[in-house]
């Protein structure tokens, strides 16, 4: 088809330049498109996170209201006002417009300021213990024989009395409307329970939120609860029906259901917290992309039509195809300018060998291409030579005829002399074979292969019965030594010559090597090679003799040895070892670089906590394997734990190894285990590198370590690179902690006491004991400098002693001169959690000879969260023995309100962040007057800290608190300046 070269050429390049184009943008719409994809992926799951956030933060303010008004005044004595309708026969309009100031007016007038001012609100509510109702609005009827108490919002909040509960959506009674309950009880002075406040959300306001989230997006959201009921879709007719409606119908066929998803799609939709996947609505194919809610636990979903992916994709198509198209034309139009230039001459040279092969030599070829110094012109310089060498070979055969006849006649004279030297060397023949047979008997009847080189011809004779081992051909038995360095494996083939070489020069006395052999069947076999040369006069070898020994079975136990030593038995990785001997390697190059990163599950423990070592360690299985596929050619290890170390050898470039880092994050936040019994954990990741942050192997890992640290701190589930700053802040710690051991051993710290005195007399009734470090060089330390690292190195617990027993023996002294004061002693976490740590107070006690009911042990909130089932005990015990108990910092955490009731505390210390913007922040104002009105009716006292102006103190004194302290009384004094703080 294709005759001339010419042809050929253009072909060909055609060829190998469509192959890549075409590639070349096939991969590029494919990539393109997967951007695409995932940018939607990103974009929709950005806005459910936004609409979960404002649903979430609506309901705590809801909650949060429900709280606040349940404590109202009015509404604790409403259970004697409120009507009740499950003794009346007929339906009753609710109106609450009696003249005057009575309880239900008050409280209906308490419901209607509330509701008229929060959108979203369809019903606030009272219902008591009695049976009576008060609602907003007062414009609905109450049915006949209607009970609160039998509601399902009444029955589950007196279930739950320390909880403020929130319902799952239900329809309302009157049946206008469908909506979520939060609810609290109410309590009277004594405590006991009454009724229960409750504020209704009404589910159209989380629709016209998603319709609103709805306007800006390319697709629609819709919202479901956990057993697929629909709370919020664009389509009005599918509220509160279930998302089964949307799945295909078991036993249908695919023809008759392919408008809508199927059982799978269905399934993941509502058993998995979240995920993506694409499917079938109404006969159009859809990218559903949904995630479950923290603060409700409904799901979101988002919705895009397939038909804004093919859009995109198709614009993508166009210009990549558009693109791909010029450069064939391109290509093309070259292809045939440079292929018509390169062919010219050669087709002149074809022409001027036809001219040869008709019989026509004295044509010369022409002068442009003798001249040319490419092929082409070799090639014609070649034809010339030919033609002018073509008269001389005439020549030359005629002389060399004449000479074959004379050589002719010679050696028939000497045909008779050499047949008598065959005879002769025939019987010498006879007489060799005899004496190889001997050897090879000798040979072959040893273990060892025997094996004789002779160096000059290049001969080697070696034992049968190894070459049957090794299961050589004939061919290779023939060319022994040829085979023989051929079967030798690629990585010992240097080492092995120059060691021969070496014993050839006269340098080793003896021969000895170990090398692997590839066999027949292709496997390859450990030899022991021994072997000594024989020498001549000038000390050159002509002859050497050795022998092979199979150590293949020794060697693989030596290998096993070695694999242990150097690789983890769980998940087959390099273990510790290898890591420090592979980077000493690699550190010890000139112009090494890389990075190293440091991997490290999140919260691992508590795998193993909740499934078990064998699932921990199955995790860990497939988190190495995971971290294999995404290392490819990098050094993966795994150091111990939970611990995963992996070396980029060559690359520094931050871009590059942050999207390496975010892949191995993603790679590991996929669910491990099976579709309905999996789990799922995060990696933080430290990346350091060398040999810019360190370039020995302890200090690449140290910065590697620190860098992994930070990133823990910085919430987990993220990387961080290793900065300066780390090592600096590492140092100062330690620097601060052997300072602090040198000033437990040196007695270098001071107590520094704050008076508390009582609001309403003004006397002083109390000191706060609050440690101060005289550090040396340094002067005088507040706790915000040291604290941290005490209670971190464990060092809070000495000082926490020291501390008790000074503060106690201050007490004694103050008791002894006629002043009758508490002492407050902070105590930390880890202090109350030591086994012994309520027999070290009462030694303390008895020591010191200070009354039990004067000490004060301040505990914070941490300690609620972190260990209350273990403090608790403790607690009681310590008030047992008269010691008074102080809950400090109240109101900055989360669990102060579920366990206030059931610690044995005496004291509520208000933290000072409260007290410093109660005159500004009317919020700041009413969580004041809450803590205080809520602790008087527990019975305990409050203790307002930061006081510093005279307006605080008004406020205080108003809202009937019992104690301040802060700077408008006096900062933190030694002792001798709080004995003149008292007499004066």
Known sequence: MFRTVREKLIISFLLVAMVPLLLLGFSTYIQMSNSLKDEMVLTSSNQMTQLDYLIANMLKGIKEDTQMMSALPAVTQGESAAPIYFDTKVDTPVTYQEPGDSIDHRIFTEFSRYATTHQGVAYVYLGTESGGYIQWPATKVRKAGYDPRKRSWYQQSIKNPDQIMISEPYQSYLGDNFIVSTTNPIKDQNGKIIGVMGIDVSLE?????????????????????????????????????????????????????????????????????????????????????????????????????????????????????????????????????????????????????????????????????????????????????????????EMQLTCSNEELTSLYEQLASTEEELRAQFDELWDKQNTIERSEERYRLATEGANDAIWDWNIQSGEMVISKRWLKKLGWSEQEEENFLSSWWKS?????????????????????????????????????????????????????????????????????????????????????????????????????????????????????????????????????????????????????ARLGGDEFIMMVKGIVDAATIENLAQHITLAIDQPFGGDKNYFMVTSSIGIALYPKDGNKPDQIMRSADLALHQAKREGKRCYAWFQEKLEHEMLEKLRIEQGLRAAIEKEEFVLHYQPIIDLHTGETVGLEALIRWNRPEHGLASPDVFMAVAEESGLIIHMGKWVLKTACLFGKELRDHGRDISIAVNVSVKELLQPDFVEQVAEVLDDTGFPSSYLELEIVETLL???????????????????????????????????????????VKIDRTFVIDAMKKSAHAAIIETIIELSHRLQLKVVAEGVETEGQRFFLRKKKCDKIQGYLISKPMEKEKIWQYLEN
Do not use: C
Not at 306 to 322: D, F, P, Q
Not at 528 to 542: C, M, S, W
Not at 892 to 899: A, E, I
């Open 205 to 393: 306001h989380f629709s016209r939120m998603i319709e609103e989230s709805n306007k800006s997006n390319s697709g629609y959201q819709f919202m479901f609860t956990r057993d697929g009921t629909i709370l919020a879709h664009p389509d009005q007719n599918l509220h509160f029906q279930n998302i089964s409606l949307l799945a295909m119908e078991e036993g249908n066929s695919q023809q008759e259901n392919s408008g809508k998803m199927g059982f799978s799609d269905y399934y993941k939709l509502l058993h998995e917290p979240e995920g993506f996947l694409e499917t079938t609505i109404n006969g159009t194919k859809v990218f559903i992309n949904f995630q479950t809610s923290l603060a409700t636990g409904w799901k979101i979903a988002t919705v895009i039509d397939e038909s804004v992916l093919i859009a995109k994709n198709r614009h993508v198509a166009l210009v990549t195809g558009v693109f791909i198209l010029l450069l064939l034309l391109f290509t093309f139009g070259g292809t045939f300018f440079i292929t018509l230039y390169l062919t010219q001459p050669l087709e002149k040279v074809v022409h001027h060998l036809e001219t040869i092969g008709n019989g026509d030599f004295a044509l010369r070829i022409s002068d442009t291409l003798l001249k040319q110094k490419d092929e082409i012109g070799k090639v014609a310089q070649a034809i010339d030579s030919m033609q002018q060498s073509r008269y001389q070979a």
């Open 488 to 636: 030798i494996h690629p990585e010992d083939q240097l080492q092995t010559r120059e060691s021969l070489k070496a014993h050839l020069k006269g340098k080793t006395e003896d021969y000895l090597w170990e090398y692997r052999v590839r066999g027949r069947s292709g496997k390859y076999l450990w030899v022991l090679t021994r072997g000594k040369a024989l020498f001549n006069e000038q000390g050159v070898a002509i002859r050497m003799a050795g022998s092979y020994t199979d150590i293949t079975e020794h060697k693989m136990r030596e290998l096993q040895i070695q694999h242990m030593a150097y690789y983890d038995s769980l998940t087959n990785l390099p273990n510790r070892a290898s890591i420090a001997e592979h980077l000493s390697a690699e550190l010890e190059k000139k112009e090494a670089k890389g990075a190293i990163l440091f991997i490290d599950l999140d919260n691992f423990k508590l795998v193993n906590d909740s499934f078990g070592y064998e699932n921990g360690d199955r995790l860990l299985v497939q988190v190495a394997t995971r971290l294999k596929q995404i290392a490819k050619k990098y050094f993966v």
């Open 865 to 907: 969260i972190e260990k209350f089932e273990v403090a608790l005990p403790k607690l009681h015990h310590l008030r047992a023995m008269g010691v008074q108990i102080s809950l400090d910092d109240f109101g900055t955490g989360y669990s102060s309100l579920s366990y206030l009731k059931e610690l044995p505390i005496d004291t």
